[in-house]
């Protein structure tokens, strides 16, 4: 009898009647484990994709008066004594409405003038290099071509062909005046810019620089050697448009790519006022 009750099975190993067998609860928590490893890595996997990077997009069309006051142009034909005094609206589109605002001097939005603020400075660069375009234009324009119904469309085409690479001259990389070099690099448009033929929008063209080798190129043109003290190099893109740089001031440990180009485009002129004297 005592070897009968040594070998049964102690009690309460053995379900009651009716009772269903108790099961593993083992299989339950590695089946939880895995799920929630499977949901880490997923998350993992989302924070590992890197996000799209914004291209950055021409904005407009905006609107603005060339000059805060009127140019007057002497014409060409019966002894020079004719001349036209105007006032021109030019639609444009750009990176930055504030960037036009700020080259001839009005305020956008609230922040000068009426409201409190100081009013920008007109860029003196610009303005005399807007007047001296325009009157070299005049002189070559009678006066039958800018009051003719039909020439005048051509004159306003050639004033948009005149303005364009002066309110939008060429920039490099993250610089805030035609001036100034880009930051990371150190790259600056060079001494002879405004004889540059290039005209891409300063997103969607590179200069690469190799510094290893000290080589640059303007997106997928040729190479072109450097030393770093060229103050007017020219450089072609494969196209054999041409742009000149300043490297003097090229930061020695830089090797990569920097965006030049133009920060906007003129669409039209329009007169505001034209009166030919």
Request: hydrophobic share 35%; proline share 6%.
């Amino acid at each position: 009898m005592a070897d009968a009750k040594k070998d049964a099975a102690p009690e309460g190993a053995k379900p009651g009647e009716g009772e269903a067998p108790k099961k593993n609860k083992k299989p339950l928590m590695l089946g939880g484990g895995a799920v929630a490893l499977v949901a880490v890595g997923y998350m993992l996997s989302l924070m590992a994709v890197p996000k799209p990077v914004k291209h950055a997009e021409l904005e407009g069309p905006f609107v603005v008066g060339l000059s805060k006051s009127d140019i007057q142009v002497n014409l060409a034909g019966e002894g020079n004594k004719r001349y036209l005094v105007m006032r021109l609206q030019a639609e444009y589109f750009a990176y930055d409405e504030a960037y036009v605002a700020g080259r001839l001097g009005v305020a956008v939005g609230h922040g000068g003038g009426e409201h409190g603020g100081e009013a920008p400075v007109e860029d003196p660069i610009y303005t005399a290099q807007l007047k001296n375009s325009l009157l070299k234009l005049g002189s070559t324009k009678t006066r039958d071509q800018v009051t003719d119904p039909v020439a005048i469309d051509i004159f306003l085409n050639d004033v948009r062909e005149v303005v364009d690479p002066i309110l939008f001259p060429i920039y490099t990389g993250d610089s805030h005046s035609p001036h100034e070099g880009d930051k990371a690099s150190g790259v600056k448009v060079g001494d002879s810019a405004s004889e540059s033929d290039f005209r891409g929008l300063l997103h969607e063209h590179d200069l690469e620089i190799d510094n290893a080798r000290k080589k640059i190129r303007l997106d997928d043109g040729p190479w072109v050697e450097y030393e770093g003290r060229e103050r007017d190099l020219v450089i072609n893109d494969k196209s054999g448009k041409k742009v000149y740089v300043n490297l003097t001031e090229l930061k020695p440990e830089f090797s990569g790519k920097v965006p030049i180009g133009v920060p906007g485009r003129v669409r039209a002129i329009y007169r505001e006022s034209l009166l030919v004297q």
